[in-house]
């Protein structure tokens, strides 16, 4: 990324016209080390992360994750 950074700032600052520009790289590491989701519990857990309706949902219908 920072290879490409450099490029991308070059850029910028020529089609605005402001060369005080800057660029700043922010890697979140939390979310870089979860990794995906394989089993249909795993992804079942993210889909809730995302959308709480989703625990509702599966109440509602007395569905069952498979393990």
């Known amino acids: 990324m920072n290879e490409e950074k450099l490029e991308l700032l070059i850029y910028l600052r020529k089609a605005l016209s402001n060369f005080k ?7 979140n590491i939390n979310e ?3 990794g995906p989701a394989y089993t249909p519990s795993e ?3 993210k889909l ?12 509602s219908f007395d569905l069952e994750i498979e393990y």
């Open 32 to 34: 870089a080390s979860e």
């Open 48 to 59: 809730a992360e995302i959308n709480p309706a989703m625990n509702d949902l599966k109440k």
């Open 43 to 45: 992804k079942f857990k």
């Open 21 to 27: 520009i800057s660029l700043t790289i922010i890697v």
